[in-house]
T-cell receptor, first 113, second 113 residues
Framework: DSGVTQTPKHLITATGQRVTLRCSPRSGDLSVYWYQQSLDQGLQFLIQYYNGEERAKGNILERFSAQQFPDLHSELNLSSLELGDSALYFC????????????FGSGTRLTVV | AQSVTQLGSHVSVSEGALVLLRCNYSSSVPPYLFWYVQYPNQGLQLLLKYTSAATLVKGINGFEAEFKKSETSFHLTKPSAHMSDAAEYFCAVGSSNDYKLSFGAGTTVTVRA
């Protein structure tokens, strides 16, 4: 157990639907990062939050949004889902600055049918 | 901006042979460097990290990496491959003035019996 908790582990949904992925960071970590991993795109950085504020944005689609709550957990919202959104979504957390690296969760596997 | 380049997307080694995975980085300030391992259907796990202490860093599972500033490299090695080393390996770079780590594209290692 890495200390980063992601739920759900698996999610199957239909095209056009909306889903929410949840992440609880490791105790003491204020930064949360979201990544998408697919076979064709590899590991893609989506977005980062630090203590509730958005700090960096990567290749995140407009259909996707995220937030970090006062208790530091984070949610990634994916809407108007397309088949191509099927992927593993990882959350990671770290202290600031991330001099000791990230701690990753085990991921949420999203399948859009 | 910082970045890493992993040379070789796939490496195949025989059991008992040397494992060598190459990583070159680019950073305008002293970097923090990391190697992560990802087993199938799992999250990324930290193998080792360089944070400006000793240039030869030992990690878990018998892996080690050497930081060479003159070559801007941080190659990962293991003297004797084991079947359990079959996984994908990611190199990452960070610094004290950036909000996030930059990951390489990954190298998949297969181990032949």
């Amino acid at each position: 157990d890495s200390g980063v908790t992601q739920t759900p582990k698996h999610l199957i949904t239909a095209t056009g639907q909306r889903v929410t992925l949840r992440c609880s960071p490791r105790s003491g970590d204020l930064s949360v990062y979201w990544y998408q991993q697919s076979l064709d795109q590899g590991l893609q950085f989506l977005i980062q939050y630090y203590n509730g504020e958005e700090r960096a944005k990567g290749n995140i689609l407009e259909r996707f949004s995220a937030q970090q709550f006062p208790d530091l957990h984070s949610e990634l919202n994916l809407s108007s889902l397309e088949l191509g959104d099927s992927a593993l979504y990882f959350c990671a957390s770290s202290i600031w600055p991330p001099i000791y690296g990230y701690t990753f969760g085990s991921g949420t596997r999203l399948t859009v049918v | 901006a910082q970045s890493v380049t992993q040379l070789g997307s796939h490496v195949s080694v025989s059991e008992g042979a040397l494992v060598l995975l190459r990583c070159n980085y680019s950073s305008s300030v002293p970097p923090y460097l990391f190697w992560y391992v990802q087993y199938p259907n799992q999250g990324l796990q930290l193998l080792l990290k360089y944070t400006s202490a000793a240039t030869l860093v030992k990690g878990i599972n018998g892996f080690e990496a050497e930081f060479k500033k003159s070559e801007t490299s941080f190659h990962l090695t293991k003297p004797s491959a084991h079947m359990s080393d079959a996984a994908e390996y990611f190199c990452a770079v960070g610094s004290s003035n950036d909000y996030k780590l930059s990951f390489g594209a990954g190298t998949t290692v297969t181990v032949r019996a």
